[in-house]
T-cell receptor, first 112, second 113 residues
């Protein structure tokens, strides 16, 4: 079983839709959970991060972590064409190894 | 100017040639990383450096070498490029504490013919 699993999509939605992006993981030691957004021909940029379980909201974006299920989600409300990008989840343990484990990314297209 | 600058942005070379990808940063971060991104394989860590005197191999270091010339500069070399090193390469930096989030450069697209 891979440490982090992410459905690669592609995911295509109409403008204004609510988008749900998800990752599952196997390592219960992960404590930091991140979502990166990568536009075509650009480097990934940090969108949100959460520590341990719970929800975090930033504008139209909400990140959720369910450690009991080893499942993280990113919700995008009122999706816009400018949200079209590849979204990568990433996670790592607290302390110890510096390795950040990435999902393979989900490609999202928001159609006007 | 970008916080993390990679040069060149695009490079086409031939098998057996030596290639250097350069990265410089103005973030003031101690930690620097080189990643490779391939379709279907995601981001994979090649090398990372905690400071000028500390270099560590990542999960796919074979065929690559690095040099940390200064706190702000970290270069990746392919001594003898081969076609399966065709990929998108990213440099990243981090502070090394707290969430230790990465700041990525724009990427260097390398094609080895």
């Amino acid at each position: 079983q891979k440490e982090v699993e992410q459905d690669p999509g592609p995911l295509s939605v109409p403008e204004g839709a609510i988008v749900s992006l998800n990752c599952t993981y196997s390592n219960s030691a992960f404590q930091y959970f991140m979502w990166y957004r990568q536009y075509s021909r650009k480097g990934p940029e940090l969108l949100m991060y959460t520590y341990s379980s719970g929800n975090k909201e930033d504008g139209r974006f909400t990140a959720q972590v369910d450690k009991s299920s080893k499942y993280i989600s990113l919700f995008i409300r009122d999706s816009q064409p400018s949200d079209s990008a590849t979204y990568l989840c990433a996670m790592r343990r607290q302390g110890g190894s510096e390795k950040l484990v990435f999902g393979k990314g989900t490609k999202l297209t928001v159609n006007p | 100017d970008a916080d993390v600058t990679q040069t060149p942005r695009n490079r086409i070379t031939k098998t057996g040639k030596r290639i250097m990808l350069e990265c410089s940063q103005t973030k003031g971060h101690d930690r620097m990383y080189w990643y490779r991104q391939d379709p279907g394989l995601g981001l994979r860590l090649i090398y990372y450096s905690f400071d000028v005197k500390d270099i560590n191999k990542g999960e796919i270091s074979d065929g690559y070498s690095v040099s940390r010339q200064a706190q702000a500069k970290f270069s990746l070399s392919l001594e003898s490029a081969i076609p399966n090193q065709t990929a998108l390469y990213f440099c990243a930096t981090s502070r090394g504490y707290g969430a230790n989030v990465l700041t990525f450069g724009a990427g260097s697209r390398l094609t080895v013919l």
